[in-house]
């Protein structure tokens, strides 16, 4: 079935620091990917909706620039946390979709940052 | 905008028997998608079940089943004979479509299933 994989699934870096968060729909060509947050015993929250070849879609209250998405292929989409900060440790979700007529979204298995 | 309510922040069933988890949705779409997502502390996303609004039968998924009122926008599951697998946190969620467009999520409804 289709597979997304989603890298590293766990990181820990330094306040200041930049992180970047791989995406790849394995076996799908993937037009449209998913960024969700989630926070310790929280729902997961839309961050932003990345589109391939064009600028991603960031949602209310979600700094671009500081979380920068780029999706430069049909089957990869990254998620960089720059200068990230202690807050911005997270449980950090993807999900895409393959378009087929009876195949749900996919998710990644996350990545859990830690910034100390 | 759309949202998400799931009021039980916490439910328990005992091992075999019946439990029912609730979940309602503002729209003002006429055709949408709801699901239930299923996340165990592995924090995988698993999907249980979905429902579309333009079809009146509720979805059944093994043990698995929802009580779909779009009138009232209710959108509850069912899961019947309990196993020790079933205790996880459940999503609830609404999208546009089935799978091109964003998940919105409710709070969430972390179950535990007793022996």
């Known amino acids: 079935g289709a597979v997304v994989s989603q890298h590293p699934s766990w990181v820990i870096c330094k306040s200041g620091t930049s992180v970047k968060i791989e995406c790849r729909s394995l076996?799908?060509?993937?037009?449209?990917m998913f960024w969700y947050r989630q926070f310790p015993k929280q729902s997961l929250m839309l961050m932003a909706t990345?589109?391939?070849?064009?600028?991603?879609?960031?949602e209310q209250g979600v700094e671009k620039d500081k979380f920068l998405i780029n999706h430069a292929s049909l089957t990869l989409s990254t998620l960089t946390v720059t200068s990230a900060h202690p807050e911005d440790s997270s449980f950090y979700i993807c999900?895409?979709?393959?378009?087929?007529?009876?195949?749900?979204?996919?998710f990644g298995n996350g990545t859990r940052l830690t910034v100390t | 905008a759309q949202t998400v309510t799931q009021s039980q922040p916490e439910m328990s069933v005992q091992e075999a028997e019946t439990v029912t988890l609730s979940c309602t949705y503002d729209?003002?779409?006429?055709?949408?998608?709801l699901f239930w997502y299923k996340q165990p502390p592995s924090r995988q996303m698993i999907l249980v079940i979905r429902?579309?609004?333009?079809?009146?039968q509720n979805a059944t998924e093994n043990r698995f089943s929802v009580n779909f009122q779009k009138a009232a926008k209710s959108f509850s599951l069912k899961i019947s004979d309990s196993q020790l697998g079933d205790a996880a946190m459940y999503f609830c969620?609404?999208?546009?479509?089935?799978?091109?467009?964003?998940?919105?999520f409710g709070t969430g409804t972390r179950l535990q299933v007793f022996p």
């Open positions: 969620a609404y999208s546009r479509s089935y799978n091109t467009d964003k998940l919105i």
């Open positions: 076996d799908f060509q993937a037009t449209t």
């Open positions: 990345s589109n391939e070849g064009s600028k991603a879609t960031y």
């Open positions: 729209t003002s779409e006429s055709d949408y998608y």
């Open positions: 429902q579309e609004a333009y079809k009146q």
């Open positions: 999900s895409a979709g393959d378009n087929s007529y009876n195949s749900p979204l996919h």
